[in-house]
Structure formats: structure tokens, C-alpha cells
């Protein structure tokens, strides 16, 4: 069975600083998906960013990325110079090929401190 | 965004009482999901369907049903609502791109079970 660990409950970081957020997972497939969702206070639940298994190069969407380090099994998510408006809770999730379906963390609050 | 609706965006219910909820999508995505989440808990697949009248449990279905008669449609029913069904719920879309699997996100329906 799959699954996703995000070992920090809550993290509070300084405006402008850069910030890991850790995930790691556990899965048997060769081929898999991990994801990062963003949910602000309002409550939807926002896309950031995708690493296929097979991909070499680490997956980067703006200010995000993903620092993808498959023997260890961990995707942590990386945020650079962050804003206020991070501030929000955050899931990693996977998939794996064929199921179609996600499998989430626990999530991690971030606080970013003016 | 891939325009899904989730009704009603809140409902406040009693125990014992037949409850549907319904998502609607407009982007003829084939994989449809709904989830619930709880503190501490994340989010947790119910059930999921494939496409029309195929669906499958996810980890949490004891107590909720779905069907799916149009490919816009997914409705999740809670034959008799127990307080312990008290969430957030999610409807979530899914599509195979060309950057891999992707999944987006209703809004939420907050329901509440007295």
C-alpha cells in the first residue's frame, strides 16, 4: 500500500526567507506520480506542482519546486523567497500508474511572518 | 480551473437522515473522486469512478454510496448520517496530460451532522 508522510505539523518562516516542506512516501510501483497541494484559510484545495517518477530533472513551477531524491523516497517541496500569501496548509500526494487515484499526507501549516 | 461545482456548498443535517450530495463537472474528465477531510487526517478517498455507472471504494466507504449516470455527474449519498460523518467534503475531477496525471478540485461542501 501507499503512503505519504509529512513529518511537520506547522512550520513558521520569516517573508522573503526560503522554505522546505518534507514528504516522503512509500510504494512498491516503479511508476508513480507526487503532487503538492495548496490549501489557503478559504479552503479550496490549488495544484502546485507534479514529478513523475521517471523524470531526471527535478520539477519546477515558479517560485516552487520539487527536490525529487527517488532512493530516499522523499519529494520535498521547496518554496523560494516566500510571501505572505503562502501562508496556508500544504499536502503531498501520489499516485501510481493504472490507479488513477491520490493518496495524501497529513499536510503541513506554514506561518510566514512579516 | 476545471470547472467543478460541488451542491450544496454547506449543509446542516441530523442524524439519521438521507443526505446527497452532488458534483458537477464541464470538462469531460473521465476519472471522477470524492473525498473527505478531517483534522489530522487529510484527505481520504470515499469512493472514485472510471467513468459512467463504474465506480470503486476508496479507504474510508463504509456508510456512503455513489453513482455516476452522465460523465458531468458524481453524487455521493449517506443513507443514514451519522455525526461521525461530519466533514469536508471534496469532489475532484482527474485526467492523464501530457505531463501526467492530473487531478483538480471542487470547492468543498462543509456538512455538518447533529
Known amino acids: 500500500a501507499q503512503k505519504i508522510t509529512q513529518t511537520q505539523p506547522g512550520m513558521f518562516v520569516q517573508e522573503k526567507e526560503a522554505v522546505t516542506l518534507d514528504c516522503t512516501y512509500d510504494?512498491?510501483?516503479?511508476?508513480?506520480?507526487l503532487f503538492w497541494y495548496k490549501q489557503p484559510s478559504s479552503g479550496e484545495m490549488i495544484f502546485l506542482i507534479y514529478q513523475g517518477s521517471y523524470d531526471e530533472q527535478n520539477a519546477t513551477e515558479g517560485r516552487y519546486s520539487l527536490n525529487f531524491q527517488k532512493a530516499r523516497k522523499s519529494a520535498n517541496l521547496v518554496i523560494s523567497a516566500s510571501q505572505l500569501g503562502d501562508s496556508a496548509m500544504y499536502f503531498c500526494?501520489?499516485?501510481?500508474?493504472?490507479?488513477?487515484?491520490?493518496?495524501f499526507g497529513q499536510g503541513t501549516r506554514l506561518t510566514i511572518n512579516p | 480551473d476545471a470547472g467543478i461545482t460541488q451542491s450544496p456548498r454547506h449543509k446542516v443535517t441530523e442524524t439519521g437522515t438521507p443526505v446527497t450530495l452532488r458534483c458537477h463537472q464541464t470538462e469531460n474528465h473521465r476519472y471522477m473522486y470524492w473525498y473527505r477531510q478531517d483534522p489530522g487526517h487529510g484527505l481520504r478517498l470515499i469512493h472514485y469512478?472510471?467513468?459512467?455507472?463504474?465506480?470503486d471504494k476508496g479507504e474510508v466507504s463504509d456508510g456512503y454510496s455513489v453513482s455516476r449516470s452522465k460523465t458531468e455527474d458524481f453524487l455521493l449519498t449517506l443513507e443514514s448520517a451519522t455525526s461521525s460523518q461530519t466533514s469536508v467534503y471534496f469532489c475532484?475531477?482527474?485526467?492523464?496530460?501530457?505531463?501526467?496525471?492530473?487531478?483538480?478540485f471542487g470547492p468543498g461542501t462543509r456538512l455538518t451532522v447533529l
Open positions: 510504494t512498491s510501483d516503479q511508476s508513480y506520480g
Open positions: 469512478s472510471y467513468g459512467v455507472k463504474d465506480t
Open positions: 475532484a475531477t482527474g485526467v492523464s496530460g501530457t505531463s501526467g496525471y492530473e487531478q483538480f
Open positions: 500526494a501520489m499516485s501510481s500508474q493504472g490507479a488513477q487515484k491520490l493518496v
